[in-house]
């Protein structure tokens, strides 16, 4: 019993891994083409959107910037990638 709750819990690990990796590599893109520098509480994803909670300055200078930093995230990722920032 023990060891099925710690393979459990190994997995639950493995996917907060990946979605630390995910959003730093968001954040690493938004900041190389934007020059903004987000913190992973700045934004959230829904599906396959991202949706901005931040100052409306920064909001601005993403948006000017979101054709490229989908298109670099599109390469990253692949299919999974974002579609839209909102």
């Known amino acids: 019993m023990v060891e099925l709750l710690k393979n459990r819990l190994e ?3 493995q996917l907060d891994d990946q979605h630390r990796q995910v959003n730093e590599i968001l954040i690493d893109t938004i ?4 020059g903004v520098k987000l913190e992973p509480t700045d934004f959230t994803w829904r599906g396959r959107n991202i949706y901005l909670k ?3 300055l920064k909001k601005t200078q993403i948006f000017l910037k ?3 930093i989908l298109r670099q995230l599109e390469e990253i ?9 909102i």
């Open 54 to 56: 931040t100052s409306p």
């Open 77 to 85: 990722f692949g299919r999974g990638a974002p579609r839209k920032i």
């Open 31 to 34: 900041f190389k083409y934007a």
């Open 11 to 13: 997995k639950f690990r």
């Open 66 to 68: 979101q054709k490229i």
